[in-house]
Protein backbone atom coordinates (compact mmCIF):
# COMPACT_ATOMS: atom_id res chain seq x y z
CA UNK A 1 0.00 0.00 0.00
CA UNK A 2 1.37 3.44 -0.61
CA UNK A 3 -0.26 7.03 -0.40
CA UNK A 4 -1.12 9.69 -2.78
CA UNK A 5 -2.63 12.55 -2.80
CA UNK A 6 -5.21 13.74 -5.54
CA UNK A 7 -6.23 17.16 -5.76
CA UNK A 8 -9.65 17.62 -7.28
CA UNK A 9 -11.02 20.39 -9.43
CA UNK A 10 -14.54 21.05 -7.55
CA UNK A 11 -17.37 22.90 -9.41
CA UNK A 12 -20.54 22.61 -8.97
CA UNK A 13 -22.37 25.43 -11.42
CA UNK A 14 -25.97 25.19 -9.46
CA UNK A 15 -24.33 26.70 -6.49
CA UNK A 16 -23.04 30.16 -7.92
CA UNK A 17 -19.75 29.21 -6.25
CA UNK A 18 -16.36 29.45 -8.20
CA UNK A 19 -14.23 26.37 -9.00
CA UNK A 20 -11.81 24.93 -6.37
CA UNK A 21 -9.08 22.64 -5.79
CA UNK A 22 -9.60 20.01 -2.87
CA UNK A 23 -6.89 17.63 -1.65
CA UNK A 24 -7.51 14.38 -0.58
CA UNK A 25 -4.60 11.44 0.61
CA UNK A 26 -5.97 7.76 -0.59
CA UNK A 27 -3.94 4.58 0.50
CA UNK A 28 -3.85 1.95 -2.85
CA UNK A 29 -1.14 -0.11 -4.04
CA UNK A 30 1.07 2.00 -7.44
CA UNK A 31 -0.68 0.08 -10.12
CA UNK A 32 -4.20 0.85 -9.10
CA UNK A 33 -5.90 3.64 -11.60
CA UNK A 34 -6.64 7.00 -10.67
CA UNK A 35 -10.13 6.26 -11.11
CA UNK A 36 -10.15 3.91 -7.94
CA UNK A 37 -8.33 6.91 -6.01
CA UNK A 38 -11.32 8.55 -6.95
CA UNK A 39 -13.51 6.60 -5.65
CA UNK A 40 -11.94 5.92 -2.32
CA UNK A 41 -11.50 9.53 -2.22
CA UNK A 42 -15.22 9.82 -2.42
CA UNK A 43 -16.31 6.48 -0.21
CA UNK A 44 -14.10 7.49 2.59
CA UNK A 45 -14.22 11.44 2.51
CA UNK A 46 -16.69 13.39 0.58
CA UNK A 47 -19.70 11.07 -1.35
CA UNK A 48 -20.45 14.79 -3.23
CA UNK A 49 -17.08 14.13 -5.45
CA UNK A 50 -18.94 14.32 -8.61
CA UNK A 51 -16.99 11.51 -11.42
CA UNK A 52 -18.49 9.30 -14.30
CA UNK A 53 -17.61 5.65 -14.79
CA UNK A 54 -19.10 2.40 -15.60
CA UNK A 55 -16.96 -0.34 -17.11
CA UNK A 56 -13.45 0.55 -15.36
CA UNK A 57 -11.48 -1.65 -18.14
CA UNK A 58 -10.92 0.80 -20.96
CA UNK A 59 -13.71 -0.04 -22.94
CA UNK A 60 -16.57 2.19 -22.33
CA UNK A 61 -14.99 5.85 -22.49
CA UNK A 62 -17.28 7.46 -19.28
CA UNK A 63 -14.28 8.06 -17.17
CA UNK A 64 -12.73 10.66 -19.41
CA UNK A 65 -10.73 13.49 -17.36
CA UNK A 66 -7.64 15.77 -17.75
CA UNK A 67 -4.46 14.24 -15.47
CA UNK A 68 -1.99 16.19 -14.85
CA UNK A 69 -3.23 18.77 -17.73
CA UNK A 70 -3.53 15.93 -20.41
CA UNK A 71 -6.50 14.41 -21.19
CA UNK A 72 -6.78 10.53 -20.47
CA UNK A 73 -9.33 7.62 -18.76
CA UNK A 74 -9.07 7.53 -15.03
CA UNK A 75 -9.53 3.87 -15.20
CA UNK A 76 -6.97 3.69 -17.62
CA UNK A 77 -4.13 5.70 -15.65
CA UNK A 78 -2.24 3.76 -12.69
CA UNK A 79 -1.63 5.95 -9.61
CA UNK A 80 2.30 5.05 -9.51
CA UNK A 81 2.63 6.65 -12.77
CA UNK A 82 0.34 9.78 -12.27
CA UNK A 83 2.70 10.77 -9.60
CA UNK A 84 5.81 10.52 -10.86
CA UNK A 85 4.39 12.63 -14.15
CA UNK A 86 2.92 14.63 -11.91
CA UNK A 87 4.57 18.57 -11.27
CA UNK A 88 4.98 18.27 -7.34
CA UNK A 89 3.90 14.58 -6.03
CA UNK A 90 -0.19 15.37 -5.99
CA UNK A 91 -2.25 13.81 -8.99
CA UNK A 92 -3.83 16.80 -10.33
CA UNK A 93 -7.38 15.64 -11.39
CA UNK A 94 -9.65 18.22 -13.32
CA UNK A 95 -12.80 17.73 -16.02
CA UNK A 96 -11.80 17.57 -20.01
CA UNK A 97 -11.88 20.72 -21.66
CA UNK A 98 -14.12 22.43 -24.47
CA UNK A 99 -16.92 21.13 -22.91
CA UNK A 100 -19.53 22.82 -20.30
CA UNK A 101 -18.71 21.40 -16.43
CA UNK A 102 -22.51 19.66 -15.16
CA UNK A 103 -20.62 19.22 -11.85
CA UNK A 104 -16.86 18.43 -10.86
CA UNK A 105 -15.12 15.79 -12.86
CA UNK A 106 -18.28 15.65 -15.09
CA UNK A 107 -18.87 17.51 -18.34
CA UNK A 108 -21.71 17.66 -20.42
CA UNK A 109 -21.04 15.40 -23.36
CA UNK A 110 -24.39 15.97 -25.25
CA UNK A 111 -23.61 19.74 -25.65
CA UNK A 112 -20.48 18.68 -27.73
CA UNK A 113 -19.31 15.75 -28.37
CA UNK A 114 -22.52 13.49 -29.01
CA UNK A 115 -24.49 16.91 -30.99
CA UNK A 116 -21.46 16.88 -33.13
CA UNK A 117 -20.95 13.02 -33.70
CA UNK A 118 -24.58 13.32 -34.91
CA UNK A 119 -23.56 16.09 -37.88
CA UNK A 120 -21.87 12.98 -39.67
CA UNK A 121 -24.49 10.97 -39.78
CA UNK A 122 -22.91 8.20 -37.90
CA UNK A 123 -24.18 5.44 -39.27
CA UNK A 124 -24.25 3.29 -43.04
CA UNK A 125 -26.22 4.16 -45.65
CA UNK A 126 -26.71 0.96 -47.46
CA UNK A 127 -25.80 0.18 -51.36
CA UNK A 128 -28.53 -0.72 -53.15
CA UNK A 129 -29.55 -3.56 -54.13
CA UNK A 130 -28.84 -4.87 -50.76
CA UNK A 131 -27.56 -8.23 -51.54
CA UNK A 132 -29.68 -11.48 -50.68
CA UNK A 133 -27.02 -11.98 -48.33
CA UNK A 134 -23.97 -10.48 -46.93
CA UNK A 135 -22.35 -7.83 -48.64
CA UNK A 136 -18.27 -8.91 -49.52
CA UNK A 137 -15.95 -6.56 -48.43
CA UNK A 138 -12.52 -6.43 -49.52
CA UNK A 139 -9.79 -7.24 -46.52
CA UNK A 140 -7.94 -4.25 -46.94
CA UNK A 141 -11.08 -1.97 -46.42
CA UNK A 142 -11.71 -3.40 -43.18
CA UNK A 143 -8.25 -2.99 -42.13
CA UNK A 144 -8.59 0.59 -43.38
CA UNK A 145 -11.45 1.70 -41.45
CA UNK A 146 -10.42 -0.79 -38.29
CA UNK A 147 -8.60 2.09 -36.54
CA UNK A 148 -11.34 4.66 -36.79
CA UNK A 149 -13.76 1.90 -35.82
CA UNK A 150 -11.52 1.71 -32.10
CA UNK A 151 -12.74 4.86 -30.88
CA UNK A 152 -14.74 4.57 -27.52
CA UNK A 153 -15.72 8.16 -27.51
CA UNK A 154 -14.39 9.08 -24.70
CA UNK A 155 -14.19 12.99 -25.98
CA UNK A 156 -10.40 12.91 -24.92
CA UNK A 157 -9.73 14.33 -28.48
CA UNK A 158 -11.98 17.00 -27.93
CA UNK A 159 -10.74 18.29 -24.75
CA UNK A 160 -7.45 19.13 -26.05
CA UNK A 161 -8.93 20.49 -29.38
CA UNK A 162 -7.19 23.41 -30.30
CA UNK A 163 -8.70 24.82 -33.73
CA UNK A 164 -12.11 23.70 -31.69
CA UNK A 165 -10.69 26.30 -28.55
CA UNK A 166 -10.81 28.88 -31.60
CA UNK A 167 -14.02 27.67 -33.19
CA UNK A 168 -16.52 25.94 -30.96
CA UNK A 169 -18.28 25.20 -34.61
CA UNK A 170 -15.88 22.61 -36.09
CA UNK A 171 -16.82 19.61 -35.92
CA UNK A 172 -13.88 18.36 -34.22
CA UNK A 173 -11.69 15.44 -34.48
CA UNK A 174 -14.20 12.54 -32.98
CA UNK A 175 -16.76 13.36 -35.35
CA UNK A 176 -14.92 13.29 -38.20
CA UNK A 177 -12.65 10.17 -37.16
CA UNK A 178 -16.61 8.95 -36.74
CA UNK A 179 -16.92 10.50 -40.57
CA UNK A 180 -14.13 8.36 -41.99
CA UNK A 181 -15.36 4.85 -40.26
CA UNK A 182 -18.16 5.22 -43.05
CA UNK A 183 -16.55 7.38 -45.61
CA UNK A 184 -13.86 4.61 -45.62
CA UNK A 185 -16.55 1.77 -45.98
CA UNK A 186 -16.87 0.47 -49.68
CA UNK A 187 -20.53 -0.50 -48.35
CA UNK A 188 -21.37 2.86 -47.87
CA UNK A 189 -23.52 4.65 -50.56
CA UNK A 190 -23.23 8.24 -50.01
CA UNK A 191 -19.16 8.79 -50.23
CA UNK A 192 -18.83 11.53 -52.28
CA UNK A 193 -21.98 13.42 -50.89
CA UNK A 194 -20.47 13.32 -47.56
CA UNK A 195 -17.24 14.35 -48.21
CA UNK A 196 -18.68 17.40 -50.33
CA UNK A 197 -20.66 17.69 -46.82
CA UNK A 198 -17.66 17.80 -44.86
CA UNK A 199 -15.41 19.94 -47.51
CA UNK A 200 -17.86 22.69 -47.89
CA UNK A 201 -18.85 22.87 -44.41
CA UNK A 202 -16.59 25.93 -43.15
CA UNK A 203 -16.19 24.26 -39.59
CA UNK A 204 -15.08 20.79 -41.60
CA UNK A 205 -12.21 19.05 -42.57
CA UNK A 206 -10.18 21.89 -43.63
CA UNK A 207 -10.70 23.41 -40.27
CA UNK A 208 -8.13 21.41 -38.48
CA UNK A 209 -5.09 22.86 -37.95
CA UNK A 210 -2.67 19.69 -37.81
CA UNK A 211 -1.53 20.53 -34.22
CA UNK A 212 -1.29 16.57 -33.30
CA UNK A 213 -2.91 17.16 -29.82
CA UNK A 214 -5.67 14.32 -30.50
CA UNK A 215 -3.23 12.32 -31.12
CA UNK A 216 -1.54 11.99 -28.34
CA UNK A 217 -4.43 12.55 -26.24
CA UNK A 218 -6.60 9.72 -27.98
CA UNK A 219 -5.60 6.54 -24.93
CA UNK A 220 -6.79 3.84 -28.12
CA UNK A 221 -4.50 4.98 -30.59
CA UNK A 222 -7.35 6.12 -33.36
CA UNK A 223 -5.35 9.16 -34.54
CA UNK A 224 -8.10 11.19 -35.31
CA UNK A 225 -6.14 13.41 -36.84
CA UNK A 226 -4.53 11.28 -39.22
CA UNK A 227 -8.23 10.31 -39.90
CA UNK A 228 -8.94 13.76 -40.99
CA UNK A 229 -6.09 13.83 -43.52
CA UNK A 230 -7.83 10.86 -44.92
CA UNK A 231 -10.91 12.50 -45.52
CA UNK A 232 -8.82 15.05 -46.73
CA UNK A 233 -6.91 12.78 -49.66
CA UNK A 234 -10.21 11.26 -50.56
CA UNK A 235 -12.04 14.33 -51.31
CA UNK A 236 -9.18 16.27 -52.92
CA UNK A 237 -7.27 13.62 -54.41
CA UNK A 238 -9.79 10.92 -55.21
CA UNK A 239 -13.14 12.78 -55.83
CA UNK A 240 -11.33 15.88 -56.91
CA UNK A 241 -13.71 18.01 -54.55
CA UNK A 242 -12.48 21.68 -54.65
CA UNK A 243 -14.54 23.23 -51.71
CA UNK A 244 -15.79 26.90 -51.62
CA UNK A 245 -13.63 27.51 -48.03
CA UNK A 246 -10.77 27.00 -50.68
CA UNK A 247 -9.00 24.25 -48.24
CA UNK A 248 -8.18 21.96 -50.80
CA UNK A 249 -5.87 24.71 -52.77
CA UNK A 250 -4.68 26.44 -49.61
CA UNK A 251 -3.55 22.68 -48.37
CA UNK A 252 -2.10 22.29 -52.29
CA UNK A 253 -0.12 25.53 -52.06
CA UNK A 254 1.50 24.48 -49.11
CA UNK A 255 2.59 20.58 -50.80
CA UNK A 256 3.50 23.06 -53.66
CA UNK A 257 5.47 26.02 -51.91
CA UNK A 258 7.95 23.10 -49.75
CA UNK A 259 8.33 21.37 -52.29
CA UNK A 260 9.76 23.97 -54.72
CA UNK A 261 11.75 26.31 -52.11
CA UNK A 262 12.31 23.70 -49.41
CA UNK A 263 10.61 25.58 -47.09
CA UNK A 264 7.14 27.36 -46.72
CA UNK A 265 7.69 30.74 -47.84
CA UNK A 266 4.68 32.55 -46.95
CA UNK A 267 4.51 35.57 -49.02
CA UNK A 268 3.57 33.23 -51.54
CA UNK A 269 0.58 31.27 -49.26
CA UNK A 270 -1.96 33.35 -50.27
CA UNK A 271 -1.49 34.23 -53.80
CA UNK A 272 -1.03 30.23 -54.57
CA UNK A 273 -4.09 29.29 -52.42
CA UNK A 274 -6.26 31.19 -54.93
CA UNK A 275 -3.86 32.13 -58.23
CA UNK A 276 -2.56 27.96 -58.67
CA UNK A 277 0.33 26.25 -58.63
CA UNK A 278 2.93 29.09 -60.00
CA UNK A 279 4.87 31.56 -58.73
CA UNK A 280 3.18 33.83 -60.62
CA UNK A 281 -0.03 33.29 -59.39
CA UNK A 282 0.46 36.72 -57.65
CA UNK A 283 -0.59 38.41 -60.89
CA UNK A 284 -3.57 36.12 -61.65
CA UNK A 285 -7.06 38.05 -61.90
CA UNK A 286 -8.98 35.43 -59.55
CA UNK A 287 -6.34 35.98 -56.99
CA UNK A 288 -6.55 40.11 -56.85
CA UNK A 289 -10.56 38.93 -56.36
CA UNK A 290 -9.93 36.82 -53.74
CA UNK A 291 -7.00 39.16 -52.18
CA UNK A 292 -9.84 41.95 -51.86
CA UNK A 293 -11.78 39.11 -49.65
CA UNK A 294 -8.55 38.15 -47.52
CA UNK A 295 -7.78 42.06 -46.51
CA UNK A 296 -7.51 41.72 -43.03
CA UNK A 297 -6.05 38.41 -42.50
CA UNK A 298 -3.36 40.14 -45.67
CA UNK A 299 -3.08 43.05 -42.94
CA UNK A 300 -2.38 40.61 -40.11
CA UNK A 301 0.54 38.93 -41.78
CA UNK A 302 1.81 42.79 -42.80
CA UNK A 303 1.47 43.80 -38.81
CA UNK A 304 2.96 40.19 -37.84
CA UNK A 305 6.01 41.00 -40.50
CA UNK A 306 5.02 37.49 -41.96
CA UNK A 307 4.81 39.15 -45.56
CA UNK A 308 6.23 41.91 -46.38
CA UNK A 309 5.20 43.69 -49.80
CA UNK A 310 8.42 43.92 -51.49
CA UNK A 311 8.79 40.47 -50.75
CA UNK A 312 5.60 39.34 -52.19
CA UNK A 313 5.97 41.03 -55.35
CA UNK A 314 9.98 39.88 -56.61
CA UNK A 315 10.65 36.28 -57.23
CA UNK A 316 11.71 34.20 -54.17
CA UNK A 317 15.17 33.44 -53.15
CA UNK A 318 15.09 31.85 -50.25
CA UNK A 319 15.72 28.53 -50.09
CA UNK A 320 16.94 25.37 -48.00
CA UNK A 321 20.40 24.53 -49.19
CA UNK A 322 19.60 20.48 -48.70
CA UNK A 323 15.99 21.67 -50.82
CA UNK A 324 17.42 18.06 -53.19
CA UNK A 325 16.63 15.79 -50.02
CA UNK A 326 13.43 17.21 -49.68
CA UNK A 327 12.90 16.78 -53.27
CA UNK A 328 13.59 13.40 -53.21
CA UNK A 329 11.12 12.49 -50.24
CA UNK A 330 8.61 13.83 -52.96
CA UNK A 331 9.78 12.20 -55.60
CA UNK A 332 9.48 8.97 -53.84
CA UNK A 333 6.33 9.40 -52.55
CA UNK A 334 4.14 11.06 -55.65
CA UNK A 335 6.20 8.15 -57.66
CA UNK A 336 4.55 5.15 -55.55
CA UNK A 337 2.02 3.16 -57.76
CA UNK A 338 -0.86 3.37 -54.99
CA UNK A 339 -1.23 5.80 -52.08
CA UNK A 340 -0.01 4.45 -48.60
CA UNK A 341 -1.75 4.89 -45.65
CA UNK A 342 -0.21 4.86 -42.40
CA UNK A 343 -2.05 2.20 -39.87
CA UNK A 344 -0.53 2.53 -36.33
CA UNK A 345 -3.91 0.48 -34.74
CA UNK A 346 -2.83 -2.52 -37.51
CA UNK A 347 1.38 -2.36 -37.88
CA UNK A 348 2.16 -1.28 -33.98
CA UNK A 349 4.53 0.77 -36.13
CA UNK A 350 4.06 4.67 -37.54
CA UNK A 351 4.27 3.94 -41.05
CA UNK A 352 3.39 1.22 -43.31
CA UNK A 353 6.21 0.20 -45.50
FE1 LIG B 1 -15.14 2.78 -18.78
FE2 LIG B 1 -13.07 4.16 -17.80
S1 LIG B 1 -14.82 3.52 -16.76
S2 LIG B 1 -13.48 3.64 -19.84
Known amino acids: MAEFTLRLRRYDPESGEAPYWEEHTIELEPHRSVLEGI ?35 ACHTHLGRAKKRSRDGVIEVE ?47 MVDVTQSMACIQCGACVSDCLSMEVDPEFIGPAALAKAYRFVGDPR ?28 S ?10 QIMRLRRRAGNDFHIEDRNNGERHERAFVSLVKQYGLLNEAELL ?8 PLAKFKPSFAGEAANSLPV ?17 PHKLARPDRDQIKR ?22 EDR
Not at 39 to 60: E, H, M, T
Not at 118 to 133: F, G, N, S
Not at 271 to 278: A, K, L, M, T
Request: aromatic share 6%; glycine share 8%.
Open 39 to 73: LQAKNRFDGSIGIRCSCRAAICGSCGVKINGQPDL
Open 95 to 141: PMGNMPVIKDLIVDMEAVHWKKIRRVTPWLIAKQPVPEREYIVPRES
Open 217 to 226: ACPKGVAPMS
Open 188 to 215: DDQTFERLQDLAEDPHGIYDCTHCFQCI
Open 329 to 350: IYDEVEGREARAEFNIYISGKD
Open 298 to 314: IAKGLLRRKVRPAAVLK
Open 271 to 278: PRSYGGDS
